[in-house]
């Protein structure tokens, strides 16, 4: 018995050795399988990022046609990103469903029309949000004594505004530009939950779990189907961790579109139209006609200034744009500070030794210490023109952590650090008008559509918006917003498309009991024809396009350039279309005058104990450049690479006249630069050198 009982410990103990080497066998299979997973999905996200940058891709396809162009990519027919007019809403503009790239990670939205709404301003809560408050109707509107007069006075203030002219009447305070941006994000919601991204007053996700929505969308790819309303979105989730190297801790992307009000006036003439010559060949526009449509997108100067005082140029650090997004709170909403010390490197505003606020949207900083190539200042993204990024605290957003370690040895020293960050694109700028507010008839207002007050409004579908006392709406909810006299415009709408829900004119009854014919006073793309004023444009996309950071886009786009304006870039033909060989003298003026100026630092061969070799820089100097160093401002601008690095200098002239030769005063943020250039400066001498250094034009 006792040699029975021996020998079936001996088999047990053999055999729990046999399970322990077998259950460590599939944890190591199960752990390299989770970091194979984890290591596709970077490989995804990372061929993604090369491909392009972030921005928009793909709009969906509702059209035939014979040529590839007829078709719709990042625009359609409807518009840019596909936006329409949901105007006779309070707060909704109109945007379809596209596809979008956000640092790396590619995803399906769904039909979007997002709200004027903002992050809020008092709270730090996850998603908090608040309406963005309406410009106020100007006094002298009001100050009329009758419904003509005030028509007539409100129409002035839009002169003012489409001319952009103070004199005629102060529009300023009562046309608040907004911009309106595309964020994403890793959060940690669970599959057997689902998180609407962002209020809508007509689109939701039509799931009741994340796990639902994929089935829907893997289901609908396989059978080429769509939701009749638009309310799929194909969402990502990922592998973001292991526990114990085994247990994996999923992550879930979501989006969500919201804006926010500009702290000071944007002047429309910095917007310019992009040439999408795609775009224009589906409806065989030239850029006149192109640039009043929906289709039409935008882009901003790298400086605060109106286009035409200005040249398109390579740039070296912020942009007007860098100025705008910088001023959007991240999850943690208006107030957000956060330190980005990752790798023992302090992020540094550009230009300064304050610390940088990574709590809000931005790409560029600067750090302690200078990389690889000379420079302190940085790009958030290895590629990626487009991308701004924001820290978080929220804990709903997914961690990621990284461990340092610095020295050898009992001198080895690691550092653990965790962060959280959100991503955003801008997709619009959007100027809200008086026409918000603006009530001559004194219709009232019953506020949301499903209240029992809201519901009088349409009486169970007997009021249609019809003209006689019977059909006319009684009043008005925040989907039925119909307070501007219809004769405020003229003419029909122009550019209409079928997902627009308003309507030109409709019977609204005042608290009289009067029908009015009325239009609705939301939000408009390009508003209807203004009498002597003419269409008044409300919305500027400017989204970017994930394609134009791939080198084909680069490649064909520079084509494009050379074969639109051959005038100042025929030079760079091999043959002009004559045939004959362009001849560069022919072009050099321009070239200078307008292009800009090439200077070069003096010769340096490295400071003591960092000899790099004989070697000297250059820079350009635009003619803007030059107009600014002329009012006594510095310019900053980064130089040419030479033996393996380059310098970002700030570039001054001398004296409180500003008179004389520019001269560097400021070399990667220090009196000197490392490497013993001097402050001198000298024009390349084939170009003529600018005449108000002389202190006489």
């Given amino acids: ?30 752990s390299t399988l989770a970091k194979q997973l984890m290591m596709q999905q970077l490989m995804f996200e990372e061929r993604i990022r ?54 790396g990670v590619e995803f ?13 301003r008092s709270s730090i809560e996850y998603e908090a949000m608040e309406d963005i408050p309406f410009p106020d109707v100007p006094q002298s509107v009001l100050a009329q004594t009758n419904v003509k007069d005030q028509i007539h006075e409100m129409q002035q203030y839009f002169k003012a505004f489409q001319n952009q002219d103070s004199t005629i009447r102060n529009y300023k305070p009562y046309f608040k530009p907004v911009l309106c941006y595309l964020e994403g994000a890793w959060t940690t919601d669970s599959d057997d939950t689902i998180t609407e991204p962002y209020e809508s007053d007509r689109h939701w996700l039509d799931a009741h779990s994340w796990k639902d929505l994929e089935q829907k969308i893997r289901f609908n790819a396989y059978a080429g189907r769509k939701s009749t309303l638009e309310n799929y979105a194909f969402l990502p989730r990922k592998i973001m961790s292991l526990i114990n190297d085994t247990i994996p801790v999923m992550a879930q992307w979501n989006y969500r579109i919201l804006c926010h009000p500009l702290k000071k006036d944007l002047p429309t003439d910095r917007f310019r139209v992009v040439d999408d010559l795609g775009t224009r060949m589906m409806f065989y526009r030239n850029l006149d006609q192109h640039t009043g449509s929906r289709r039409a997108r935008f882009q901003l100067p790298t400086k605060d200034a109106p286009w035409n005082e200005y040249s398109d140029k390579m740039t070296s650090h912020r942009e007007l744009l860098d100025e705008l997004m910088e001023q959007i709170p991240g999850k943690d909403n208006y107030g957000a500070f956060h330190v980005d010390e990752a790798f023992g490197l302090k992020a540094h505003k550009v230009k300064s030794l304050e610390t940088k606020n990574a709590g809000y949207y931005h790409r560029w900083y600067q750090t302690d210490k200078k990389g690889a190539m000379g420079l302190s200042l940085r790009h958030r ?45 801008p997709l619009e700028i959007v100027y809200m008008t008086p026409l918000l507010k603006w009530n001559p008839y004194d219709i009232e207002y019953k506020g949301d559509a499903s209240s029992p007050k809201g519901q009088s409004v349409e009486e169970n579908g007997k009021r249609t918006g019809g003209f006689s006392r019977a059909t006319a709406y009684n009043g008005t909810h925040h989907q039925l917003y119909y307070h501007t006299p219809a004769e405020f415009f003229q003419g029909r709408v122009v550019d209409v498309d079928k997902a627009d829900t308003f309507k030109g004119s409709s019977g609204v009854l005042d608290k009289r009991g009067i029908v009015r014919p009325m ?14 004023i003419g269409m008044v444009r409300q919305r500027y996309p400017i989204m970017p396009i994930h394609s134009e950071g791939n080198a084909i886009w680069k490649e064909l786009s520079a084509l494009k350039d050379i074969i639109m304006d051959l005038k100042h870039y025929g030079y760079m033909m091999e043959k002009l279309p004559d045939g004959s060989k362009p001849k560069l003298k022919d072009y050099l003026k321009h070239s200078y005058n307008e292009k800009g100026y090439k200077f070069y630092l003096d010769y340096a061969s490295g400071a003591p104990g960092a000899y790099v070799g004989r070697h000297r820089h250059h820079f350009i100097l635009l003619k803007e ?8 401002r510095p310019v900053t601008v980064i130089t040419t690479e030479n033996n393996g690095h380059s310098h970002m200098i700030t570039v001054r002239i001398p004296g409180s006249r500003a008179v004389g030769e520019p001269k560097m005063f400021r070399c990667d943020g220090e009196e000197v630069c490392w490497d013993g250039h001097t402050r001198m400066m000298h024009i390349k001498r084939d170009g003529e050198a600018p005449r108000f250094y002389n202190g006489r034009n």
Avoid at 17 to 25: I, T, V
């Fill in 519 to 532: 239009t609705s006073s939301g939000t408009r793309v390009v508003l209807p024809n203004i009498p002597y």
């Fill in 381 to 425: 993204g290895f590629a990626d023109k487009n991308v701004f990024m924001a820290m978080t605290r929220q804990t709903k957003v997914a961690p990621m952590e990284v461990e340092d370690c610095k020295g050898e040895g009992s001198d080895r020293v690691c550092k653990k650090y965790k962060q959280r960050w959100t991503y955003a694109i």
């Fill in 108 to 120: 399906r939205t769904r039909h979007n029309d997002y709200l004027l709404r903002m992050p809020s």
């Fill in 50 to 103: 090369s491909d392009g940058d972030s921005g928009l891709k793909q709009c969906r396809v509702n059209n035939g046609g014979t040529k590839p162009y007829h078709m719709p990519s990042y625009s359609s027919k409807k518009g840019a990103g596909s936006c329409h007019d949901h105007s006779n809403h309070m707060r909704t503009l109109g945007i379809g469903e596209f596809v979008a790239v956000l640092n």
């Fill in 1 to 30: 018995m006792v040699t029975m009982l021996g020998l079936i410990l001996v088999l047990m103990v053999g055999s729990m050795a046999g399970m322990k080497a077998h259950n460590e066998d599939l944890h190591d299979t199960v």
């Fill in 625 to 632: 450049d030059m107009e600014t160093l002329k009012s006594r």
